[in-house]
Nanobody, 119 residues
Framework: QVQLVESGGGLVQAGGSLRLSCTAS????????VGWFRQAPGKQRELVAT???????DYAGSVNDRFTISRDNFKNTAYLQMNNLKPEDTAVYYC?????????????WGRGTQVTVSS
């Protein structure tokens, strides 16, 4: 399994922006689908965005037109650019990498990075 470390979270006011980073170790990163997930306290974990090795992206309806997922295979890093943040975006954000979207939630989760949006 690819090991991932999330970073870039923090406290931001509503309407502000953050860029999360997900840095991977291992040569399999470039062949993996990368997904960003989030989990708010007391809530189910939800898939926010995915990007395939070829760069095709998908977004949850709640973040579409506000968030952008990207990747830099040379840097072994995926990003989540979050614009026009809302208080309901507050959550711990996690990234995962896997051969397919279907297998992305298998295995262990990292520590994530906390995003807090104040109203």
């Amino acid at each position: 399994q690819v090991q991932l470390v999330e970073s870039g979270g923090g406290l931001v006011q509503a309407g502000g922006s953050l860029r999360l980073s997900c840095t991977a170790s291992g040569s399999a990163f470039s062949f993996s689908v990368v997904g960003w997930f989030r989990q708010a306290p007391g809530k189910q974990r939800e898939l926010v965005a995915t990007i395939t090795p070829g760069g095709r992206t998908d977004y949850a309806g709640s973040v579409n037109d506000r968030f952008t997922i990207s990747r830099d295979n040379f840097k072994n890093t995926a990003y989540l650019q979050m614009n026009n943040l809302k208080p309901e975006d507050t959550a711990v954000y996690y990234c995962k990498a896997a051969p397919s979207i279907a297998t992305m939630t298998a295995g262990s989760w990292g520590r994530g990075t906390q995003v807090t949006v104040s109203s």
